[in-house]
């Protein structure tokens, strides 16, 4: 079992924990661990520039970057803003070591590789927020983008041990605002989006905050666009100085082309759309409602009672892409009907405080989570001829009218945990955290297409992290941890039965610094993560698969802050060997993992002018490289390199009014961002210009 490998490092931290001699010689009078920031950010909070100062990704407590004894990457929505970009995926370029993936027709954001491995997990405020096919995250209500690098189990619970991405959204502020930004773009693409903030006392005890945004986007892709209206109101309510009620909620109306991309053949145009214009469109409909209630009860305790209830439904048909025939220039066709319906309801309780145990000071989190997800999904592949040419593609075509078949099923997962976590102050330099988590998963899959008797799986899993960080100098901090993961893996193999989970270990060691007078933070890490029942793509049967076990190992870095008053910069470089380690004939050992570069970078520069008639705007450029990839798992075909160069302007005009400029993509590169097989490929944007008009109301 992977998680009997992280034994050596949790008996260290447990070592540390219980033997105070160590600490004897270095005792000194420590503030809190949670300690009073500038004034401008907290961990759930806006973000000056692009440099941040405190997370609670990593621990679920408000806690210094450079005390957490892990790697952390954050993007604030500043990021974005400056790109030009209503994109997630954008805004993870920046990350460091994360990989795009399949992205289920353009409709979501379905998968994505973290240090190697391919997940479909992303949270939102804590919660997992991607059970089921939600839409795409709408950037009109984030304020920042964190990801957490390595296994997180210990604190999240089922997950995959490449990393975790937790979106942190905007929460009421007390001061009263108005923002409405307005852009259009190459290929008929428009947005408006409005951030209307208000406090509703005198004494701001009751803040409420609506997020709205419409899209109306086309494509550089022949007859694939997309449609989206989404509202966000948020408010919170100090009940009393110590309880505070917190209710936020999403509503999302999304409809889009699916979209599958092009085929590996040669002088295929990047804009041939491949499917039905007359399909139609994929409707995405997505609710979110959460409530948080906190209450402190003294000066060192807290809880914290939190409720999340999630509800999506998508349908529609849509003719796909298969395989190449043998002219090389017609593409068999496949037409599917898709109705998919899920909803996902999470409670959490959690008790946070803070004590001594002699010189050593504490911050305990000790927490319980229920889960329960249900699933409807059927989808109906109907047989016929229905090929489509490359190069002349003639639509209209009947449907075809052959067998239907495919897939349809109920599934429903329900788990209880308990987690602990404890944050150590050892001394003035060194900093320890240990943490575990109790999982008890029932799984069960009725399986309406083949009649057959109800799929059930119990599990029990005990996940694991620890880690320290000692403080070279006040600059210049060195930290190692270890951490198991757990993940259920859904659905059915070709046979009917259910998958064995997916089990992870991960170990990682670094150095964090901070440059410049505390300008500039860096992160370098290595790693070195093992995966096993992973599951993979069968071609012969269309179907998953568990492919054995896989490693990735390499090292990624992570720059952002303020060089001077008037530069910021974020960047990032990872370096990931990721293979198969045992695999099959389909997949052999020693394959790449889909979709992995070994090498992968990214800068993003601004120039702010300080004083003169330009004082308040900016002049930047963006650089992204992705080198080669694995473009099917287990076969030869690749993905090429490529890079791409950005630049940026922004106009302040007056106080309230900015007006944008981005170009993208300068020298039009020709590129494919991601692929899920050779006849499943996404090519990237060709050169595009965005402008915006921005106006603080």
Do not use: C
Not at 119 to 133: H, I, K, V
Not at 525 to 542: G, M, R, S, Y
């Amino acid at each position: 079992m992977p998680s009997r490998k992280i034994a050596p490092l949790a008996g260290l931290a447990l070592g540390l924990l219980l033997d105070p001699a160590f600490a004897e010689d270095n005792r000194l009078e420590l503030e809190a661990i949670s300690v009073t920031t500038d004034a401008y950010e907290s961990a759930a909070g806006p973000v000056k520039g692009y440099r941040a100062t405190r997370s609670a990704s990593a621990t679920k407590t408000d806690t210094a970057l450079r005390d957490i004894p892990q790697s952390i990457s954050v993007i604030p929505a500043t990021v974005l803003k400056d790109l030009g970009s209503t994109n997630v995926e954008r805004a993870l370029e920046f990350a460091g070591g994360v990989s795009k993936q399949n992205n289920f027709g353009g409709l979501t954001l379905y998968e994505y590789s973290v240090r190697g491995f391919t997940t479909s997990e992303f949270y939102q405020d804590g919660f997992s927020a991607n059970r089921g096919y939600p839409s795409t995250p709408d950037t009109a209500n984030i304020e920042r983008i964190e990801v957490l690098k390595g296994p997180a189990a210990s604190l999240y619970g089922r997950g995959d041990p490449g990393g975790t991405v937790n979106i942190v959204t905007k929460k009421p502020q007390p001061e009263a605002f108005t923002t409405l930004q307005t852009s259009a773009g190459s290929w008929d693409r428009y947005r408006t989006a409005l951030d209307v903030n208000t406090p509703l006392d005198s004494q701001a005890n009751v803040l409420s905050r609506v997020n709205l945004a419409v899209e109306d986007n086309h494509s550089f892709r022949d007859h694939v666009g997309s449609k989206r209206v989404f509202v966000a109101p948020s408010f919170s309510w100090q009940l009393d100085p110590d309880t505070t009620l917190l209710v936020e909620s999403e509503f999302v109306r999304h409809s889009s082309t699916f979209d599958r991309g092009i085929v590996d053949a040669p002088g295929v145009s990047r804009r041939t759309f491949l499917g039905e214009p007359n399909d139609g469109n994929i409707d995405n409909h997505n609710n979110r409602l959460q409530a948080t209630l906190e209450h402190h009860l003294n000066d060192a305790w807290k809880l914290r009672l939190a409720s999340h209830y999630k509800q999506g439904s998508l349908w529609g048909d849509a003719s796909e892409n298969r395989a190449l025939n043998a002219d090389g220039h017609t593409l068999n066709r496949r037409y599917r009907e898709r109705s998919m319906r899920w909803h996902d309801s999470i409670t959490q309780l959690e008790l946070r405080g803070l004590f001594d145990i002699g010189s050593w000071q504490h911050e305990l989190l000790v927490g319980t989570e229920y889960e329960d997800y249900r699933k409807n999904e059927r989808v109906t592949a109907v047989a016929g001829s229905y090929p489509i040419d490359l190069y002349n593609p003639v639509y209209g075509q009947p449907k075809p009218n052959g067998a239907r078949s495919g897939t349809d099923f109920f599934e429903q997962t329900r788990s209880h945990a308990l987690n602990l976590q404890d944050q150590i102050v050892f001394t003035d330099r060194l900093r320890g955290m240990i943490g575990a988590r109790v999982e008890h998963f029932e799984q069960t899959v009725d399986d309406f297409t083949r009649n057959a008797p109800t799929s059930r799986q119990t599990h029990d899993a005990l996940t694991q992290r620890a880690g320290l960080l000692y403080q070279l100098t006040p600059e210049i901090g060195v930290f190692a941890n270890a951490s198991t993961s757990f993940k259920p893996n859904s659905g059915l193999d070709a046979t009917g039965k259910t998958f064995k989970p997916e089990e992870g270990v991960g170990y990682e060691v670094g150095v964090k610094s901070e440059l410049f007078d505390d300008r500039l933070s860096a992160t370098l890490a290595a790693f070195h993560i093992e995966k096993e029942n992973v599951l993979a793509l069968d071609p012969a049967t269309n179907t998953n698969r568990a492919m054995g076990k896989a490693r990735s190992q390499g090292f990624d870095l992570q720059l952002t802050g303020q060089v001077t008053d008037a530069v910021r910069v974020i960047g990032a470089f990872a370096y990931i060997d990721a293979e198969v380690t045992k695999g099959d004939n389909t997949i052999p050992a020693g394959s790449r993992i889909l979709g992995v570069a070994k090498r992968s970078g990214s800068l993003l520069g601004v120039y702010e002018f300080q004083e003169g008639a330009l004082r308040g705007s900016d002049l930047g450029a963006a650089f992204t490289y992705v080198g080669d990839r694995s473009g099917e798992a287990g076969g030869s075909f690749e993905l090429p390199a490529y890079h791409t160069v950005d630049l940026l302007a922004h106009y302040k005009a007056t106080q309230n009014v900015t007006v944008g400029l981005n170009l993208n993509n300068l020298f039009d590169e020709k590129y494919y961002e991601r692929s899920y097989s050779s006849y499943w490929v996404s090519p990237g944007e060709p050169r595009n210009l965005t402008v915006s008009l921005t106006l603080d109301l």
